[in-house]
């Protein structure tokens, strides 16, 4: 064989070892690439628990909110009674008619709901509560009335009596009131509103005048029955309440006859003038008067004004934000009105009138909360011109409960939450009941902060960590009051405590920057001013710790001074000790926040002690408190009694489920609900069925970085319930989320989850959010 063949075949043989190379190489890549893949890949979350059942509408469950059907019926049985005189809501086009305003559920008495509960009684009769305007008659009247039983109402019983000038807002009065007052007012200043503006309220196109707030005037003001109202004109712009102009318009309202509502004053740049004529006469003829002239604002999509992305925008690449995922689904179960969350189980509604409450709240199947629901929300100004002046909204007097629409996956709820509609009567609906498809969501959050944790990594204690993340469930409504949002959160943490949560946002109610006005506030923008207001929400908590027989103590903190001579040179220590303080009567508990006294307010059934004889209780932790600096029954700081105290405690009784009303607005002279008399009755409240009331709030001075939307940083107002030896320890240590790595002896690490896999994988699905409300707009904006 020659030299030549032998390298051919040398060569062969080479190439064909090197060609099986690179075959068996890209198989096993092949295989290997197939199997990660495979591995890499994720399934789509599974659904864990049945997430949201609808209950049968024919049992529903107790405190459930009126269903379709029942607010239907209850409206088919009033509209019945010749005596009622009810016109159906798509033929009321005026406020001289009777229609009704609302519908909504008679919470029934608390003795006979815990006796069902209990198991030692029926279900109790289900009733409406139905308020009519009665303004059919010759002396107008709104009239509450108990209407039932449900869901085929029979009988009906008027409950109270409210003088017609005290109602709450409604569409019917706002829609008169425009029809009545833009024509008198295009016709009569329309030329000194152009002159003025460089617009006007009507034949305006896209450049109008508008008014974007309405303050109010409590009868505390007017010393009368009047219903006046101060109405402020603004540029019709995004968005309006920042483009404000220093003219006010106060208008009569008072009886139910339109065509004698009347202008009692205007103010325009400062100046107060009794009437239309006095204005026009006096602008034109009267070198005195201050005059303006100012030109509409230019539309675009980068003013300041506007929520429009715009600057220096940010991430660079677009990258999407942060994602929660449930890998085995939803750990939360919600059966019509009822929520089952690890080892809490409660109902909820939402009120059109007072928004989100949550009943029978238990933990481990122990009721520990009977009632706890927000009262009312109020925000007061300050200011120069007397639409900020005297801008003091309840918002009860808005009926905030209906407003609660629009929620959105993603903004204002993470993309993994349960939204849930909610039903309510519609005064001017063909169909009487509206939907608002999105008015809650639920949603289980990892907070991204331990509940618990130690690392511990001596020989003396042990090598070893344990902690858990405090993984919650959040049940959240948002609702709108004009140019105000506010956020309510209930958050219920797997250690036995409930937080609750009021954050408000929205947009700032500006004013028209004058001298005058800056001890009210910051100026913001060129014509636009912020000023100072407080921001207050009183929720009630009907508390049964260990059964409906409780009692309130404080535990003092207090200085505590001991001899020191067998331990040291100085004759004396200093340190903290604290005293148990069994408060007794109602004024006693009436508590205001003292700095240089703390102490905990602790909540307990006596009859139930720990083995060491300590009351098995709940304390109540309240993180934003602010001071009420104004005088006491001085304007409208009687209607918001409750405003005086961070915390007060008071006997159950059926007729004080409330600590405001619909009617606070206006009827501060003859208050419906005047909350200081459930304290100056002083009862004994030593082992009693108990409520609380707490208030929340803080002040506000608008700041540049309010604009154009305020941010909710910083402006969480809350409260916790606490459990306080209540149990026998943290209960959580029951939870299998938690983590222990412990060192063994030989050296090696023990890792336990406790059965729960960190390794699966698995992608959300994905939503179809955008899709449903493109198709519908209505779903979000309504018709």
Not at 226 to 247: A, C, H, T, V
Request: hydrophobic share 35%; aromatic share 12%.
């Amino acid at each position: 064989m020659t030299e030549k063949e032998c390298n051919w075949k040398l060569c062969g043989s080479v190439f064909f070892v090197f060609t099986l190379g690179l075959i068996v190489g890209f198989v096993t890549f092949s295989i290997l690439s197939v199997i990660e893949l495979k591995r890499l890949r994720a399934e789509v979350c599974n659904e864990g628990l049945a997430s949201y059942i609808i209950a049968n509408p024919e049992k529903p469950v107790i405190f459930a909110d009126l269903s379709p059907k029942e607010i239907r019926s209850v409206f088919d049985y009033v509209k019945n009674q010749s005596d009622l005189n009810i016109v159906h809501p798509e033929k009321v086009n005026s406020i001289n008619v009777s229609y009704v305003n609302n519908i909504e559920l008679m919470l029934p008495k608390k003795s006979e709901v815990v006796a069902y509960l209990e198991g030692r009684a029926g279900q109790p009769q289900r009733n409406a509560k139905v308020v009519i305007f009665r303004g059919d008659k010759r002396k107008p009247v709104v009239e509450e009335y108990n209407v039932g039983p449900l869901p085929e109402p029979t009988q009906h019983t008027l409950q109270t009596t409210v003088p017609f000038s005290f109602r709450p807002a409604s569409e019917t009065e706002w829609l008169v009131e425009n029809d009545r007052f833009i024509y008198i007012l295009e016709r009569d200043l329309g030329r000194i509103m152009r002159e003025s503006y460089g617009s006007s309220l009507l034949n305006c196109g896209d450049r109008c005048l508008t008014f974007y707030l309405a303050t109010p005037v409590s009868s505390t003001i007017t010393r009368t029955e009047e219903r006046l109202k101060w109405i402020m004109l603004s540029y019709q712009m995004e968005y309006s309440s920042l483009y404000p102009l220093d003219m006010n318009i106060l208008l009569d309202l008072t009886g139910n006859n339109p065509t004698d509502f009347s202008i009692k004053a205007i103010w325009y740049e400062g100046q107060l003038f009794k009437t239309i004529t006095e204005f026009v006469d006096r602008y034109q003829n009267d070198p005195s008067v201050k005059k303006v002239r100012r030109k509409f604002p230019v539309k675009n999509g980068n003013l300041f004004s506007t929520a429009n992305l715009r600057g220096e925008t940010f991430p660079t690449t677009g990258q999407r934000r942060v994602y929660q995922t449930e890998p085995d689904g939803k750990r939360y179960r919600v059966v019509g009105s009822e929520i089952e969350y690890m080892k809490w189980k409660f109902i909820y509604r939402l009120s059109p009138v007072t928004g989100p409450q949550l009943f029978n709240i238990r933990y481990q199947e122990e009721r520990i909360i009977y009632e706890l629901s927000l009262q009312e929300v109020a925000v007061h100004y300050s200011g120069q011109n007397p639409g900020t002046m005297l801008a003091n909204y309840y918002d009860s007097f808005a009926m905030y409960g209906r407003t609660n629409n629009g929620l959105i996956p993603g903004a204002d709820c993470p993309e993994h939450s349960l939204m849930i509609p909610t039903y309510y009567f519609s005064e001017r609906s063909k169909d009487i009941v509206e939907k608002n498809p999105f008015s809650i969501c639920v949603f289980e959050q990892n907070t991204g902060i331990p509940l618990r944790r130690h690392h511990s990594s001596t020989k003396r204690s042990g090598r070893f960590y344990t902690g858990m993340m405090d993984d919650v469930l959040v049940f959240r409504t948002i609702t709108t009051v004009i140019n105000r949002d506010y956020i309510f959160d209930f958050v219920f943490h797997q250690n036995g405590a409930v937080e609750v949560r009021s954050i408000p946002t929205g947009y700032i109610m500006g004013t028209y920057p004058k001298s005058d006005e800056k001890r009210y506030g910051n100026h913001l923008h060129k014509h636009l001013h912020g000023n100072i207001h407080q921001y207050l929400f009183n929720y009630r908590i009907d508390i049964d710790i260990k059964g409906i027989k409780n009692r309130f103590e404080m535990l003092n903190i207090e200085g505590d001074k001991t001899d020191n001579r067998k331990w040291g040179g100085e004759k004396y220590y200093y340190q903290n000790k604290f005293r148990r303080k069994l408060v007794s009567t109602e004024k006693e508990a009436a508590y205001k926040f003292d700095f240089s006294r703390p102490k905990y307010l602790v909540f307990s059934n006596d009859k139930f002690r720990t083995e060491q004889g300590i009351p098995r209780s709940y304390r109540i932790q309240i993180n934003s408190m602010s001071k009420e600096l104004l005088p006491l029954d001085r304007g409208t700081e009687r209607s918001r009694s409750w405003s005086r105290y961070q915390l007060a405690v008071t006997v159950h009784k059926d007729n004080e489920t409330r600590s405001s009303s619909e009617y606070v607005t206006y009827d501060g002279l003859k208050p419906l609900v005047d909350f200081q008399k459930y304290i100056d009755d002083d009862e004994s409240i030593v082992d009693q069925d108990l409520v609380v009331w707490v208030t929340l709030g803080s002040y506000r001075i608008p700041h540049m970085e309010d604009l154009p939307v305020i941010p909710t940083v910083g402006g969480h107002h809350s409260f916790f319930l606490l459990p306080f030896n209540y149990f026998n320890e943290d209960p959580s240590v029951g939870s299998r989320n938690a983590i222990r790595m412990e060192r063994l002896n030989d050296g090696e690490l023990k890792i336990q989850r406790y059965g729960v896999s960190n390794k699966q994988q698995c992608v959300p699905k994905s939503s179809k959010f955008d899709d449903l409300v493109t198709r519908n707009p209505n779903l979000m904006f309504g018709a």
